[in-house]
């Protein structure tokens, strides 16, 4: 199952509908399900209310023991490091152009607590959280990988192809698995 959650203020659809194009293509390709959720501005005790509604998903897939994916964007990003540090197991995270000024010391060390989760963080070159790279690059943990994204900035503007193939990086561990994950 893979998880997208949109940056703040953001709905399940996303831009021109970036999110669910997202899902489909991820769901044709690997017969995966996959949830998209808002991240709107005004509910409190998002995290607890996110949580619930990947755990009711989870238990309508009839799967044993699925294997978790997560997509987010901007704060979405932020959001699903605070999922994974509630104890939520994702077998791979793929962060975009997450606000590293907001909270850095505390999500560094989130990410440095998820040694068994395999995460990529993508920045566009024109994003303000490009800047932080090389201090998110100082120890560094193995399961992190930065990529840089040439001409993108915070929302991907004019480049929303580019953006829906950024997810391809998460297909990578699901290729061979039950085609239900």
């Known amino acids: 199952m893979v998880c997208i959650k949109a940056g703040r203020g953001g709905n399940h659809l996303g831009y021109k509908k970036k999110y669910v194009r997202i899902a489909e293509r991820l769901n044709s390709l690997f017969g995966c399900t996959v949830i998209c959720i ?33 997509m987010g964007h901007s704060d979405g990003s932020i959001k699903g490091l605070e999922l994974a540090a509630s104890g939520m197991i994702f077998e791979k995270m793929l962060l975009v152009n997450m ?48 990529i840089k994204v040439p001409g993108a900035d915070h929302n991907f503007k004019g480049m929303l192809d580019e953006f829906i193939e950024l997810s391809d990086i998460l297909s990578i561990n699901m290729e061979g698995n039950n085609a239900n994950d």
């Open 99 to 146: 606000p590293l000024m907001i909270n850095f010391f505390r999500n560094k060390k989130i990410i440095h607590s998820l040694s068994q989760t395999d995460i990529m963080m993508a920045f566009g070159e024109k994003d303000p959280s490009f800047d932080y790279i090389p201090f998110l690059e100082l120890n560094k943990p193995e399961c992190l990988t930065i």
């Open 38 to 70: 808002s991240n709107p501005m005004d509910i409190n005790n998002q995290l607890a209310t996110d949580a619930q509604i990947i755990q009711k998903c989870l238990k309508n897939t009839f799967i044993e023991k699925p294997k978790m994916y997560f």
